[in-house]
C-alpha cells in the first residue's frame, strides 16, 4: 500500500487467536467484534487515518 500512496490498516494481526479468528474475548461470534474487539480495533485506526492524513498532505 505505502509504495502506492495508499495506508493499510491490519486488524487481523493484532486481533488473530490461534485458529485464525478472533478470540472469544473480542467477539460473542467469532466474526464480529464486541466492545473489547472495537477498543483494540480504535487506536488502530486512529493511527492509520493519522497516517492517511499525512500522506496526503505530505509535498
Known sequence: AASVGET???????????????????SADGVHPNEAGYRVMAPLADAAIAAALALRNAP
Not at 487481523?12 to 487467536?17: R, S
Open 8 to 26: 493499510y490498516l491490519d486488524y487481523h494481526t493484532a486481533m488473530v487467536d490461534a485458529r485464525g479468528g478472533l478470540p472469544p474475548a473480542l
